[in-house]
């Protein structure tokens, strides 16, 4: 499975912007799937997940209220809704694919990591 994600970009404190995230299988509509971020000299941390039917989401703590998950099975494609974006939420973004219908915020539970999208947000 290849994924490519897109959307990134600089945009000014308050801005929003939408990822997404497109599958080259569409065999990923049985599983669940992931934004992760990683911020120069950070770890890589889960930002949202989503169930395989989008029943259930996750988000973090740091983007609860601001950021929102989403799916289409139609198009193989995940979509990460930021509003409200803080210099902080600076980092180069990750959809990943789980091995499973779920998700989880341990990185060795996804098999499929797309390339990054690099988000910059300045003050």
């Known amino acids: 499975v290849q994924l490519q994600a897109s959307g990134g970009g600089l945009v000014q404190a308050g801005d929003s912007l939408r990822l997404s995230c497109a599958a080259s299988?569409?065999?990923?509509?049985?599983?669940?799937m992931a934004w992760f971020r990683q911020a120069p000299g950070k770890e890589r941390e889960l930002v949202a997940a989503?169930?395989?039917?989008?029943?259930?989401?996750f988000a973090a703590n740091s983007v609860q209220g601001r950021f929102t998950i989403s799916r289409d099975n139609t198009r193989s494609t995940v979509y990460l809704q930021m509003n409200r974006l803080k210099p902080e939420d600076t980092a180069v973004y990750y959809c990943?694919?789980?091995?499973?219908?779920?998700?989880?915020?341990?990185?060795?539970?996804?098999?499929?990591w797309g390339q990054g999208t690099q988000v910059t947000v300045s003050s």
């Open positions: 299988k569409r065999t990923v509509s049985n599983n669940g």
């Open positions: 990943a694919v789980a091995r499973g219908s779920w998700y989880s915020g341990d990185r060795s539970f996804y098999n499929y």
């Open positions: 989503i169930s395989w039917n989008g029943s259930s989401t």
